[in-house]
């Protein structure tokens, strides 16, 4: 088979040792599995050279320069690289590695290709399969260079092995599981080929914009939502105690790995929707559904739940359960039980304990904490004071609690995040609250959530990636993954980017926080256009949302429609916002008013990076190159280190890219990534 681009023979040549192929045949397996992820990643068929059988009869005597060259001519080479390939002596190191690099390097193309994100990538892609001695690592930079590659690296202590399909990634150190390590590397396979051919940027993963919807992966099998259940209590108050139910199965659900959960805040998007059990699953891609009621009478409970499957709406079981309040742990744990029977899905050792957990036993304190946790997400004062007088009774009422310490580490970190208390004082409560709840317990998720919001915020990237990444891992969720995908855009990896936004949409489709971070996503990769799909989408989900109009006018202001992004100003203006005002005075060369809205938003500013962003892209407007300048450098220290969006996208600050201070910031920019990349 041909290659995509002609006068190639080959997209991809694959070079290993023997000695990496014996035994589990790790090699085998991994080309097998690469190839299936291919065939649905690309449309066009992608050509694969790897020979199973050593040297493909080549022997010393023959021409072996020769013999390899024609099955070197590809576009993309990537190494196996392991304990035994970094070796001069080997026929792998000299006839494939060292040949392709140099025949690659004299090519039209040459051995690095600018992605469609403005970012640079090399032809070599290698896979490593061990940590490496240091003078392994030194080997193989003297001929490539520093070493960028997807790592399958399975590590306990005194471990140092491949991984595979079947490696729990919670008891690996590195964290890694062998089906995303596949899908990372078909992902940076299409991101070269599309440098090579010349696309535009954001050509990968782009939503059709003629389809009403959202674009659907084929079904999963073991799949679900849990509808919020219903409150069927004569008191409307106890809506609380009915979505903290609902919440919890939903947490349970997800400690399992290889069960799509749909996430809470797509779940409660359903709550008194008048849609069928059908249209529900249709709009989440899951094939079941549960749904359930709630009657709460002083301490008397009685709770039902039936499990439904969508595709052809059979009830797989219905279940009635009657107690007190102090049954609800053991009630909540039986619906999870029964949905994990109904699936035949197997639980670990561990699974089975952490869903046997509870991580508040007093039934006085859980209600105080339901509550504070309902009040907790809000965008209000009031709201938030009332969830943190509820969380301190809570504390009062049982005393030391991890969980009860991660909520006030969330509360203190929305008094900071909804700009009522934006100080760094107020991040420090936060912190030393989500430090005394992963004290008590290190599995917390909301402790490492709280942690990685925290970080995110201090402009702390790669803490909060780190964070950000466990919470996902203890419990599969959109918003940690939305959050991954927003920091890996603003430190300029995009490939990782969109690989966790489209992640995030997965398990909660109607997560607005995931589909205006999804569009944000392809602002800082520079598909202005692309970004506008996403935005009407989280749009067509929560029409109004301040946050998604304001990148949407963005969006449209950067993809050259000033008057359609002067429209989504005025939208976000008339919502009293100063930044869409600043913007509307900008666009229009009002000086007072400018200085008068810019003037009130300084504060807050200093302490938000992407505003920090909207200040220097104003002030240039205005011509205060100065002003923007100093905004830019605040964005930067703040955590938006992508220098390519800066200087090659941006519309507006790409224009002072000659300027010595401008250059200094990109220097420290791509210093900051480096250190975010470590």
Not at 358 to 380: C, D, G, M, T
Not at 499 to 507: C, E, F, P, R, T
């Amino acid at each position: 088979m041909a290659s995509l681009i002609s006068g190639y023979n080959y997209d991809i040549f694959i070079s290993y040792r023997q000695k990496d192929n014996k035994g589990d045949r790790w090699v085998s397996e991994f080309v097998e599995a690469l190839k299936t992820e291919i065939e649905s990643t690309f449309k066009e068929e992608i050509s694969v050279y790897f020979d199973a059988n050593p040297r493909d009869g080549l022997l010393e005597t023959h021409d072996v320069e020769s013999s390899l060259k024609e099955k070197l001519k590809c576009l993309i080479f990537i190494p196996v690289i392991s304990r035994t390939y970094c070796d001069p002596k080997s026929f792998a190191w000299e006839h494939e590695f060292k040949a392709f690099v140099e025949l690659a390097s004299k090519d039209q193309f040459g051995l690095k290709v600018k992605l469609p994100n403005g970012n640079i990538a090399n032809r070599v892609l290698h896979v490593r399969i061990h940590d490496l001695d240091k003078n392994d690592i030194k080997l193989c930079e003297s001929v490539l260079g520093v070493l960028r590659g997807v790592e399958f690296i399975y590590k306990e202590p005194g471990v140092n092995r491949s991984l595979t399909p079947d490696d729990d990634e919670k008891i690996n150190l590195n964290r890694t599981r062998y089906r995303n390590q596949i899908n990372k590397v078909a992902l940076a396979i299409k991101d070269i080929v599309s440098g090579l051919n010349g696309l535009p940027a954001g050509e990968v993963n782009r939503p059709d914009e003629s389809i009403s919807g959202f674009d659907k992966s084929p079904l999963q099998d073991k799949s679900i939502i849990v509808l919020p259940f219903e409150n069927i209590s004569n008191d409307p108050d106890q809506e609380y105690f009915s979505d903290g139910l609902t919440e919890e199965i939903i947490s349970d659900l997800s400690l399992i790995p290889n069960l799509l959960v749909i996430s809470r805040s797509s779940a409660m998007t359903f709550k008194d929707t008048k849609n069928t059990i059908k249209e529900i699953a249709d709009k989440v891609n899951v094939r079941y559904v549960l749904e359930g009621s709630v009657r709460k009478a002083g301490d008397k409970l009685r709770i039902t739940a039936q499990l439904i499957n969508a595709t052809n709406d059979s009830h797989i079981w219905a279940e009635k359960y009657t107690g007190t309040l102090e049954d609800i742990f053991d009630i909540q744990e039986k619906v999870s039980r029964s949905i994990f029977d109904a699936l035949k899905l197997k639980l670990t050792p561990e699974e089975n304990k952490r869903i046997s957990e509870k991580p508040i036993s007093n039934i006085v304190a859980y209600e105080y904490y339901l509550q504070a946790k309902r009040e907790a997400w809000s965008f209000s004062l009031e709201n938030l004071d009332h969830a943190l007088q509820l969380t301190n009774k809570a504390l009062d009422n049982i005393g030391e609690n991890a969980l009860l310490y991660a909520t006030r580490a969330l509360i203190y970190w929305q008094y900071h995040n909804s700009g009522f208390r934006p100080y760094n004082e107020t991040l420090l409560e936060a912190n030393a609250e989500a430090e005394k709840a992963l004290e008590l317990d290190p599995e917390l998720f909301l402790g490492h959530w709280t942690k990685g919001a925290i970080s995110y915020t201090r402009g702390d990237l790669r803490t909060a990636s780190q964070q950000f990444k466990r919470s996902a891992e203890l419990e599969t969720g959109g918003e940690s993954l939305a959050w991954l995908s927003l920091i890996n855009a603003l430190a300029g990896k995009m490939s990782e980017s969109r690989l966790y936004g489209d992640n995030a949409i997965k398990v909660d489709p109607l997560n607005i926080l995931a589909l205006s971070f999804r569009g944000l996503i392809e602002i800082y990769g520079g598909d202005f256009k692309c970004s506008l799909i996403w935005f009407k989408k989280g749009l067509e989900v929560m029409p109004g949302d301040p946050m998604t109009l304001m990148f949407y006018a963005c969006g449209q202001l950067y993809a050259g429609n000033r008057e359609e992004s002067l429209a989504l100003f005025s939208q976000v203006a008339e919502l009293d916002s100063p930044l869409g005002k600043m913007w509307i005075a900008a666009l229009n060369n009002d000086g007072p008013a400018f200085q008068k809205f810019s003037a009130d938003l300084q504060e807050y500013a200093k302490g938000d990076k992407e505003m920090s962003w909207c200040m220097a892209d104003c002030s240039v407007i205005m011509g205060e190159t100065d002003k923007a300048l100093d905004w830019l450098s605040n964005s930067i220290e703040r955590g938006l280190i992508n220098d390519i969006f800066f200087s090659e996208f941006d519309p507006f600050l790409s224009n002072l890219k000659n300027n010595p201070r401008f250059k200094s910031l990109m220097g420290r920019a791509q210093e900051k990534q480096r250190l975010y990349s470590k």
